[in-house]
C-alpha cells in the first residue's frame, strides 16, 4: 500500500499558524490528497482535499508542490478547539478488488497550548 | 439528516459471544465502510462495500463479517469474539461508486467495543 509520512505530534500555542507537512513519495498520478480531522471519541471528519497547487476553505489550506511527493495543511490562527489528531491520505487502488482504498496512518496529534 | 449512525455505542462482550454492530447511513451513498481504531492508532479497514449486494475485504478483516443488507445499511458481525478485537469501531459512507476514490467520507461517532 502507499504510505504517508507525516510528523507524529505538534505543539502550537493559540494564534498561532500551524503547517502539518506529509510526504507521499509514491502518489500516483490519479491520486488526490485528504486530510482529515479527528477529536478524541469521535469519528475523524473531512477538512481538505486537493490534487496539486493550492486549495483553500474555510478552515485551512492545503499547499502541494508540482512533484506532489508533498503536501502541506496550513491551519490559521489555531484556537484550543484544533487540538486533535489530523490524517494525511492518498488513495490506492486496488488492481485486484478493482477498488480503491483510502489508508490512515496515525496522523499527527496537534496540542494547541493557551 | 443523521448522517451515519451506529448501534450500540458501547458493547462489553465475553470472549467467544457473538455480536452484530449496526450502521445506517441516510445520505443516499453508495459505498460504506467498516474501520477499527485501536488506542494510538489511525484508523484500518475492515470491509468495505462499494455497491449494495457486494463487500470486500480490507487491511484487517480476520474474525469478522459483513453484510450490506440494503444501501442504506451495512452490518460488521463478530461471530466469535476475541479480547484482540477490543477496539473502538467506527463505520463510515461515501457516495463514490468506486469505494475510496477521491470522494469524501462520512464517518458515524463509533462503537466502543471491550472484549473480556
Known amino acids: 500500500l502507499a504510505k504517508t509520512t507525516q510528523p507524529i505530534s505538534m505543539d502550537s500555542y493559540e494564534g498561532q499558524e500551524v503547517n502539518i507537512t506529509c510526504s507521499h513519495n509514491n502518489i500516483a498520478t490519479n491520486d488526490y490528497i485528504t486530510w482529515y480531522q479527528q477529536f478524541p471519541s469521535q469519528g475523524p471528519r473531512f477538512i481538505i482535499q486537493?490534487?496539486?497547487t493550492k486549495v483553500t476553505n474555510e478552515v485551512a489550506s492545503l499547499f502541494i508542490p508540482a512533484d506532489r511527493k508533498s503536501s502541506t495543511l496550513s491551519l490559521p490562527r489555531v484556537s484550543l478547539s484544533d487540538t486533535a489528531v489530523y490524517y494525511c491520505l492518498v488513495g490506492e487502488l486496488n488492481s485486484g478488488a478493482g477498488s480503491y482504498q483510502l489508508t490512515f496512518g496515525k496522523g499527527t496529534k496537534l496540542s494547541v497550548i493557551p | 439528516n443523521a448522517g451515519v449512525t451506529q448501534t450500540p455505542k458501547f458493547q462489553v462482550l465475553k470472549t467467544g459471544q457473538s455480536m452484530t454492530l449496526q450502521c445506517a447511513q441516510d445520505?443516499?451513498?453508495?459505498?460504506m465502510y467498516w474501520y477499527r481504531q485501536d488506542p494510538g492508532m489511525g484508523l484500518r479497514l475492515i470491509y468495505y462495500s462499494a455497491s449494495e449486494g457486494t463487500t470486500d475485504k480490507g487491511e484487517v478483516p480476520n474474525g469478522y463479517n459483513v453484510s450490506r443488507l440494503n444501501k442504506r445499511e451495512f452490518s460488521l458481525r463478530l461471530e466469535s469474539a476475541a479480547p484482540s478485537q477490543t477496539s473502538v469501531y467506527f463505520c463510515?459512507?461515501?457516495?463514490?461508486?468506486?469505494?475510496?476514490?477521491?470522494?469524501?467520507?462520512?464517518f458515524g461517532p463509533g462503537t466502543r467495543l471491550l472484549v473480556l
Open positions: 486537493g490534487y496539486k
Open positions: 445520505m443516499n451513498h453508495n459505498s
Open positions: 463510515a459512507s461515501s457516495e463514490a461508486r468506486l469505494a475510496g476514490y477521491q470522494e469524501t467520507q462520512y
